[in-house]
């Protein structure tokens, strides 16, 4: 019994040396992901994920619908309001201003970036990653609804 599990053994360290001799340090990478809800409600939200400057962060529509006023318009996913419905939208509430209410939008250490239904983004600096509606907080209070995501990120 004892020579099984001392053969055993050797084998599963000699199995384990062989894959960590075949990885190179240089050219590691690592990655790790995550799902989050978020709420069309509340103003920035902490995805849990910290980033540093060159990570790429991939960030992508799972399920879900939100609105930026569910008394006059309809549900949307995270890429928000089709053009004819966003110009109807008062102007005065975007945060990014060349992208449509009720898109999703992200922001690292004060640095923005739209992500709509999809985006994948290199971390200029390093920070916390945050994500919201792309509608200001002053104009939250007739919001409804949240989109669910997941979140990539991939150090090099």
Not at 21 to 46: F, L, R
Not at 71 to 95: E, L, N, T, W
Not at 117 to 139: K, M, P, T, W
């Amino acid at each position: 019994m004892r020579s099984k599990l001392t053969t055993l053994f050797l084998a599963t360290l000699t199995a384990g040396s062989c894959v960590l001799a075949g990885a190179s340090p240089a050219s590691a990478t690592s990655s790790y992901g995550k799902s989050k809800w978020i709420n069309s409600e509340s103003g920035w939200q902490h995805a849990g994920v910290y980033v540093e400057p060159g990570d790429m962060v991939r960030i992508h529509y799972v399920t879900g619908r939100w609105t930026v006023d569910y008394r006059k318009f309809p549900y949307v996913s995270s890429a928000g309001y089709a053009r004819h419905i966003d110009r109807r939208i008062y102007q005065g509430c975007k945060i990014l201003n060349g992208h449509p209410y009720g898109s999703m939008i992200a922001k690292i250490n004060g640095a923005h970036y739209k992500v709509g239904r999809s985006a994948l983004i290199q971390a200029r600096q390093a920070g916390f990653l945050e994500l919201r509606v792309n509608d200001a907080d002053g104009c939250l209070r007739d919001n409804d609804g949240s989109v669910r995501v997941k979140i990539t990120v991939a150090d090099y």
